[in-house]
């Protein structure tokens, strides 16, 4: 089946510090990635997203590579902030061809803790 | 412009109960997806509506049902609660215009079964 599995919480980091947090996907057909952030009290926003393979996405200082030979979207940031303390969540979509259209599967969540 | 906006914030029931959970997507929205958040769990796909039709369905029991109304609203409704429909129900809405359309989720309703 179609599922996302991504590294366990939580993460602490140090401001200033390199963020990586590990997302490795199975899916049937070609899906388009994608990390959310949901930050306390709030809905999920997109946070970047990669719609085929080799694809990079990009905000925010945030970055994630698509990789289909890995089947990996692991999630960098250079240097975090406090401010990016959240829970992440990767998730997939299937393209039509494959079903599922514009429905997201996530993974569990992992949530990030930044201390100054 | 407001995003999506669900009602209500936060609902305590009791279990065999029904509840009625609304959400209205942002503007210009025609589509609108249910998602359920277990505690410490990553969101799953109820159903999707467009056009008053559900077009998608997950892997939920028929106690789960849903309805969208001309303005594109929605409401999700549960049937015969369990404790185990304890969660956060995200509603997310979209344009229907190609699978890359972005999401925009709304803040959720909190639903506790005592």
């Known amino acids: 089946g179609n599922s996302v599995t991504q590294m366990e919480g939580p993460v602490t980091l140090s401001e200033e510090a390199f963020l990586t947090i590990n997302c490795t996907y199975t899916?049937?057909?070609?899906?388009?990635l994608f990390w959310y952030v949901q930050y306390p009290g709030e809905g999920l926003q997109l946070l970047l997203k990669a719609t085929k393979a080799d694809d990079k996405g990009s905000n925010k200082g945030f970055e994630a590579t698509y990789r289909k030979e890995t089947t990996s979207f692991h999630l960098e940031k250079g240097s975090v902030q406090v401010s990016d303390s959240a829970v992440y969540f990767c998730a997939l979509s299937l393209t039509p061809f494959s079903g599922g259209y514009n429905k997201l599967i996530f993974g569990a969540g992992t949530r990030l803790a930044v201390h100054p | 412009d407001a995003g999506v906006t669900q009602s209500p914030t936060h609902l305590i029931k009791t279990r065999g109960q029904q509840v009625t959970l609304r959400c209205s997507p942002k503007s210009g929205h025609d589509t609108v997806s249910w998602y359920q958040q277990a505690l410490g769990q990553g969101p799953q796909f109820i159903f999707q509506y467009y056009e008053e039709e559900e077009r998608q369905r997950g892997n939920f029991p028929d106690r789960f049902s849903g309805h969208q109304f001309p303005n594109y609203s929605s409401e999700l409704n549960v049937n015969a609660l369990l404790l185990g429909d304890s969660a956060l129900y995200l509603c997310?809405?979209?344009?229907?215009?190609?699978?890359?359309?972005?999401?925009?989720f709304g803040s959720g309703t909190q639903l506790s079964v005592l």
């Open positions: 899916a049937t057909g070609y899906p388009s």
């Open positions: 997310a809405s979209s344009y229907n215009r190609g699978p890359y359309e972005k999401l925009f």
